[in-house]
Structure formats: C-alpha cells, structure tokens
C-alpha cells in the first residue's frame, strides 16, 4: 500500500485512522479489542479531552514502556501526575501492566502509540508539518509493514478538527 494522502484529512481523522490501525493490528494478530479496550477507550478520548495537551498527558502517562517502567505503583514518579494531576489509578496500572507484560503485541502498540502522541505534542507546539511528517515517515510504514488490512481514508474525510489548544 501507498501512503494515502491526508493532505485534507484533519488532524482528528489521522489519529482516528491510526486507532482504526492499532485496532486492525489487534484484529489480525488474533487477539480481541476487548482486551484491549482500557487502552482503545483512550485513544478514541481525544475529541472529548479538554486539550490536546491533556490527551497527550493521558496516553504518555500509559504508554508501555511508562508502566512497564515500574514493578510496582508509582504514579509520583510520572510527570503527568504531578504537572497536570493526570491520575493512573493503581487498578489501571495494574490492568495495564498485565496487558502488556503478557502480550506478544505490546512492543507494536508501543511504538504506534508512541507515535500518536508525538504526533500530538507536535501539533500542540504548532508544528503542523512535523505532526504531518511523522504520519507519513513513521506511522504508515509501521502499518504497512505490520497490517494486511487498512482503513478506507475516504471514512476519514469528514473529521473536523474541534479545537486547536
């Protein structure tokens, strides 16, 4: 597959495009979104979080290899929780560290989801063309070379973007 052009897809359509792909890579590799639903729920929050700032808080504080830091419970040691009081309760630590220390798909998530929130601290700081570029240089060739399957971009035409925070 080519890059699809997303030249007039909004900033909102291309990260839901890449939970489209998260979730088709979860598909493939024979495990159910409903595993992974604690994580899938957050991704799709961004048209409801209050900043893009805070949707960025949100999925770096859960990140793979942020929880996977820690043995235990430790939320004073995540930036996120002490700048924008952004709490990872113990019980999602813990379903998030079991997900992803049992999971054979944990370093593709990590890596997409890495990518999304770069994506989106790009684009809080204004720098449109470089959340753009990582779209292309480092998300779709992750998914080509990971997915069998991808989303119609045409379904992601119609995304707006909400806000610009």
């Not at 998300?139 to 080509?144: E, S, T």
Request: hydrophobic share 40%; proline share 5%.
């Amino acid at each position: 597959m080519q890059n699809p052009d997303f030249s007039d897809i909004s900033f909102c359509g291309r990260i839901a495009y890449a939970n489209c792909c998260i979730e088709e890579y979860i598909t493939e590799q024979g495990d159910s979104p409903e595993n992974w639903k604690i994580l899938l729920n957050l991704l799709w929050a961004f048209p409801e979080a209050e900043s893009m700032t805070a949707y960025w808080v949100i999925i770096t504080d859960r990140l793979p290899e942020v929880i996977l830091d820690y043995d235990v419970y430790r939320p004073a040691d995540w930036i996120g929780q002490r700048e924008f009081g952004n709490e990872v309760t113990k019980e999602e630590f813990c379903t998030l560290h079991r997900l992803y220390s049992e999971s054979p798909l944990t370093a593709f998530i990590n890596e997409a989801v890495w990518h999304i929130t770069n994506m989106c601290g790009q684009e809080t700081d204004g720098s449109h063309k470089v959340a753009e570029l990582i779209m292309h240089r480092d998300l779709m060739p992750l998914f080509r070379k990971n997915l069998k399957k991808f989303p119609d971009i045409e379904s992601f035409r119609n995304f707006s973007d909400f806000r610009k925070k």
